[in-house]
Every structure is written in structure tokens, then in C-alpha cells.
């Protein structure tokens, strides 16, 4: 019988049919907190601590729940929070706008002057299109694409309150590229109460051979991994080759410490083209503190390290 509607829901109309509807149910009516909790220890194998957190995980869930401020959502929409750039650290560092618009009708190819560029939306995290030649661009393809993408609310699912209150829209950048043709390596630097306590790369993303180091403001590689899945059952994992430290490492320091400065816990993400910095973005709940530290003992060491100001 446990197979008989195994094979319904997973292979089925009706199947499909009835996980949207739960799905739905569940991410919209479901107590936030509940969601969380649950969500927490599916991921982790124990329960979840709001009243006492410990670990990093624990406390970034803490903060989606506790710590929201307009200027929480101002950030994490991707083209307010330019802005915010501009007014703490100056246009220079702005990727540059080729064009945004709440139609995705009009993104089309007459109106994209300049190429290379990378299309996405302001108000999720799925990632964009790159566009180095326009003809080979479906773009009714696109459209369709993005008059889904505006339609959904990040919120619901991910419970990050941030998201909930930003106007969808489509941006398109510029693609960076450094001055072989080849993405640049983006770093993330992690900032807790203002301070860059660890910087994460990530080499090769969107392949079978993406892995993420870690290291310290020093660039000296931390002794554990907080991995995303890549599918599979396979983990971006850390590299057994090292990444040269930046020679732009210090200003990307001082930098994030300057926009970090109003939150308890965000992550600076930075594009390094040519010895040229660019912002990325601001990410306030690395992967929605539901990927594990390890070993866990670094969990609770670095969950120690960050103070909570508004827990009682």
C-alpha cells in the first residue's frame, strides 16, 4: 500500500495536483514559526531552540523571525538596495543598470542596447540569464519566464520576512567578465555584529565542480564546511585546491564592515574583476540556517561569537 501511493504522488496528475495544494496550504497558513521549527530539525536532526539559540544556525533562524526592519527589506531587494550602496559607499562600486521594468513584456531585445548583460528579478534568488548575443535569445521564452518568476513571493516559502514587502521587478546588469571572458570569482563575506568574521568563495558555480572554501580575514582556511546542495545527494564542499587571497581583500573588508554596520548578521557578496571591486549583494539568513555546520562543535563556536541584541 506504501508504495501504491508513493507511486501516486510522485508519479501522477492527481499526485502533482494534490502536493500543490498542500504546499500551499502549508507555506500560507501554517504558522511561520511552526514552518521553521519543522524545517530546522528536518535538516538538522534536532529540535530547534528559539528561546535559548546557541549556534549560528539557530540564531540566524532566531533572526528571520525577530529582527525586521524596513531597511531589512530595502537590502534584500536587489535594485533598492543600490541605494543603500550608494549613499554608505559611493556608485563606484555599482554594477551597472542597463535597464529595469514590472513588465516583463518589455524585456525585449530592442531594448537591451548593450550586451554582455545578465537579466534577473530583484526580489528572489533564482539566479539570471546571460545574454552575450541576442539572436540566440528565446525571448517570448524569457517573458514567460519572468512574468511567472514576479508572481511569486520569496516569503512564503522561505519564511524570510524580508522579502514579503519588495515591488517585484526585472533588472538587467551588466555581465561582468574579467579580461580572459571568464566569470569572476564572487566573495562572500560573512559580517557579524558589523565585524567580517569569514569569507566564503565559491569556484565554479553552476557546474558538477562547484566548491566552496572558507577562510579567515587572514585567508588562512577555517577547520569546517557549511555546504549547499548541488543535487544528487552531492554538497559544495570544500575545494582541495586553494584560491589565491585577493589583492583586494582588505578593501572588501572595510567595505562590508561599513554596510554591515546597522545588522547583527549579514553577508557582503562581492564580484573581484581585475582587481576591480563590484557589489553583489546582501544576504541576511545564509541558506535559511538549514545547512549544518560541520564539525557541529563550529556551529555552536560561531554561534557563540554572535550577540543577539534584541534577545531577551
Known amino acids: 500500500m506504501k508504495e501504491i501511493l508513493k507511486y501516486i504522488y510522485l508519479r501522477t496528475l492527481l499526485g502533482k495536483l494534490l502536493s500543490l495544494v498542500y504546499h500551499k496550504v502549508y507555506f500560507n497558513f501554517v ?15 534536532k529540535k530547534l531552540n528559539l528561546k535559548n539559540p546557541k549556534s549560528l544556525n539557530e540564531k540566524i533562524v532566531w533572526l528571520k523571525l525577530n529582527d525586521r526592519t524596513s531597511l531589512h527589506t530595502q537590502c534584500a531587494d536587489k535594485y533598492a538596495v543600490r541605494e543603500y550602496v550608494s549613499e554608505k559607499i559611493g556608485t563606484q562600486y555599482l554594477v551597472p543598470l542597463y535597464y529595469h521594468t514590472i513588465n516583463p513584456k518589455e524585456v525585449r531585445p530592442d531594448n537591451l542596447d548593450k550586451i554582455p548583460c545578465i537579466i534577473k528579478a530583484n526580489h528572489d534568488s533564482s539566479g539570471g540569464i546571460f545574454v552575450y548575443d541576442k539572436s540566440e535569445i528565446d525571448w517570448q521564452q524569457v517573458q514567460k519566464e519572468f512574468k511567472k518568476r514576479l508572481k511569486k513571493n520569496y516569503y512564503w516559502k522561505s519564511k524570510e520576512w524580508q522579502y514579503k514587502n519588495i515591488t517585484p521587478r526585472i533588472i538587467v546588469e551588466k555581465l561582468l567578465l574579467d579580461k580572459n571572458g571568464n566569470i ?10 558589523g565585524k567580517v568574521r569569514m569569507v566564503q568563495v565559491d569556484i565554479d558555480r553552476g557546474t558538477d565542480n562547484h566548491y566552496r572554501n572558507w577562510y579567515s580575514t587572514e585567508w588562512v582556511r577555517e577547520p569546517y564546511k557549511w555546504s549547499s546542495p548541488k543535487g ?20 572588501m573588508i572595510r567595505l562590508s564592515e561599513i554596510l554591515a554596520q546597522p545588522f547583527d548578521l549579514v553577508r557582503v557578496d562581492w564580484y573581484n ?31 557563540k561569537e554572535l550577540k543577539l541584541k534584541n534577545l531577551a
Open 273 to 303: 574583476v581585475d582587481e576591480k571591486l563590484f557589489f553583489g549583494e546582501l544576504t541576511f539568513h545564509h541558506d535559511g540556517g538549514n545547512q549544518p555546520i560541520l564539525p557541529e562543535t563550529w556551529d555552536l563556536k560561531l554561534g
Open 31 to 45: 504558522p511561520e514559526k511552526i514552518v521553521l521549527k519543522n524545517r530546522y530539525q528536518k535538516k538538522h536532526g
Open 232 to 251: 544528487n545527494g552531492i554538497y559544495t564542499d570544500p575545494s582541495d585546491k586553494d584560491v589565491q587571497k585577493p589583492h583586494t581583500l582588505q578593501e
Open 184 to 193: 569572476p570569482f564572487d566573495y562572500k563575506l560573512h559580517c557579524l555584529n
